[in-house]
């Protein structure tokens, strides 16, 4: 099992999964940012299925660079949110634009190893 081997390069790439999925585009006129998610979400059922691949992937990198259990339920209660009100027709896809599970599961990641980088560098 690798141990918190995750570089700036893999966070950045992380991040940017997270900004197609939730925020990538904008709603003219506003300030409202949706994703690839949000999209999806418009097929019924089948699209918030779909962007359970994406928590699968950011999961499997908290799994495999050691991060706490606590943040992988954490990442898992975020996606299970996103994909139980996203399956209410109408609700769930406005609901999607506001939640950004992506967003929230690469902060978690990010946050977690700075706090490992802080509390080494106090040693």
């Known amino acids: 099992m690798k141990k918190n081997s995750l570089t700036q390069k893999d966070l950045d790439k992380l991040q940017a999964m997270a900004d197609w999925m939730d925020s990538r585009f904008v709603i003219p006129g506003t300030s409202i940012r949706f994703g690839l998610d949000s999209i999806l979400g418009l097929i019924p059922g089948i699209g918030d299925t779909v962007t359970l691949a994406s928590t699968a992937y950011l999961f499997g990198v908290a799994r495999n660079n050691g991060l706490p259990?606590?943040?992988h339920f954490k990442i898992l209660w975020n996606a299970f949110i996103d994909w139980?009100?996203?399956i209410v027709p109408f609700f769930g896809d406005i609901f999607d634009v506001g939640?950004?599970?992506n967003q929230k599961n690469v902060a978690l990641i990010k946050e977690h190893l700075n706090s490992k980088e802080v509390a080494r560098e106090k040693l």
């Open 69 to 71: 259990w606590h943040i």
């Open 84 to 86: 139980l009100i996203g």
């Open 99 to 101: 939640w950004k599970a």
